[in-house]
Each structure stands twice: as C-alpha cells, then as structure tokens.
C-alpha cells in the first residue's frame, strides 16, 4: 500500500477561481482572530508568579514558585537560586510568571527580548563562526 495520496489534496492552496478567493478570506478571518487573541491579557494566579532579576547573561530567581521550575531552570550554588536561561526567562515573562527587574526597573517582554536574549543568540552565533574560523585555519 502506498503512503502517497493520489489526486487532489484537501489542503493544497487553490491556483484561482472562487476556491482561492475562499482560501484567501479564511486566511484573513484566521489572522483577525489571532491578533484578537493576542490582544486578551493573559491571567495568571498570583501564587505563582515569581520576582526575579538580570545578571549579565542569565536571570536569578530568589524563590521560585509555580509549576514551570520542575522543568526550567537550575539551581544555582554561588548565588543560592534558580538560575533561568535568557531563552527561558523570555517565556515565563510572555506567561506572566516572572516579574523580571534590571536594578529596580521591571522590564516588559519586549525589553527582555531584544536587550537580553537578542544580544546573547549573537554573542553565541558569532563565538561559534569564530570556533569555526579557528578550526579551519589549524588545517
């Protein structure tokens, strides 16, 4: 038995005619909904959202709270805290778990993202162009 279908495909985008008109619409009326959904507060209960703050490349959180730390984040012995990734930081504050502050200013999830974790993804892409380079200049 062949794991190929043959003929037409129920979700294969339509080349013209009322088809691709009504493709088009239930695209746009998918998107309007999205952004609506975007736009709702996201809730959250109060137990267990956590204060943490950012220490150069990495966030510290005090007391940890809420389900998120049984899979996300480390514990950290020189500062005796969890310690969270940008990465993970990043999506406990789009959650609303994390209250995240840089000195005694709380920063908003765009801040995080493009101060933070946006600086650090080129830190780390540039390092590994620069391994590369290195390892191809030995041969």
Request: net charge positive.
């Amino acid at each position: 038995m062949s794991t190929f279908k043959r003929g037409a495909k129920a979700m294969a985008p339509a080349e013209e005619g009322q088809d691709a008109l009504d493709q088009q619409e239930k695209l746009y009326r998918l998107q309007r909904e999205l952004s609506t959904l975007r736009k709702q507060e996201r809730v959250t209960s109060k137990r267990s959202v956590c204060q943490g703050y950012w220490n150069n490349s990495f966030a510290i959180v005090k007391i940890p709270k809420g389900p998120h730390f049984k899979s996300m984040g480390r514990h950290d012995a020189t500062v005796d805290a969890t310690r969270l990734e940008p990465e993970e930081a990043l999506f406990m504050v789009d959650r609303g778990a994390l209250m995240l502050y840089s000195g005694d200013r709380l920063l908003s999830f765009q801040e995080v993202h493009n101060t933070h974790v946006h600086s650090n993804i080129q830190t780390h892409s540039n390092s590994h162009k620069l391994t590369r380079q290195t390892l191809n200049s030995m041969k």
